[in-house]
Each structure stands twice: as structure tokens, then as C-alpha cells.
């Protein structure tokens, strides 16, 4: 079993569904399921509905270096400090 991973979405972060328009995901805590081709990020919004995207990993690199994607260290309860 591999450890959970968080992240905290801290800013503009956009996926697409198949041939759909671009989508944003909420601001706020989300948990992150690498894979060899993508990091998929999951979520619950205020509403309680369920949401998740798959980044390719030029995606989820380049929002991390703008910040808008903070890992988290510590199982999602502090953001690192160092990004």
C-alpha cells in the first residue's frame, strides 16, 4: 500500500474532460495518485461532491513552479514552506 499523498491547490489550476471545455479545480486540499503517465488529484468540494483530474506531469510540474500546486508533508495538515 503507498502512502497518501496531499497537495494544496493555491491557485489557477485548469484540466479538461475528453474534448471539453477547461475546467478548474477548487481551491483547497487535494489528494495526489501518481502514476508513470499522470498525476491524478482528487477532491470534495463544499458541497460534498467528489471531483478528480488527471495532469500529464508537464502539467502538474509547471503548476508547481507557479505555486498554485503547494505539496503537502505532512498527510495535508501543514504546506511546505520551501515552494
Known amino acids: 500500500m503507498t502512502?497518501?499523498?496531499h497537495a494544496r491547490i493555491r491557485g489557477t489550476v485548469h484540466y479538461r474532460e475528453g474534448d471539453?471545455?477547461?475546467l478548474q479545480i477548487p481551491e483547497g486540499l487535494v489528494e495526489l495518485?501518481?502514476?508513470p503517465d499522470s498525476m491524478t488529484l482528487s477532491w470534495t468540494?463544499?458541497?460534498g461532491?467528489?471531483?478528480q483530474a488527471a495532469l500529464?506531469?508537464?502539467q502538474y510540474r509547471q503548476y508547481l513552479e507557479?505555486?498554485?500546486i503547494v505539496p503537502e508533508d505532512d498527510g495535508g495538515k501543514?504546506?511546505?514552506?520551501d515552494r
Open 45 to 47: 468540494t463544499s458541497d
Open 78 to 81: 501543514a504546506g511546505r514552506t
Open 3 to 5: 502512502e497518501q499523498r
Open 49 to 51: 461532491s467528489a471531483g
Open 56 to 58: 500529464t506531469p508537464e
Open 33 to 35: 495518485h501518481p502514476s
Open 20 to 22: 471539453g471545455p477547461q
Open 66 to 68: 507557479d505555486g498554485s
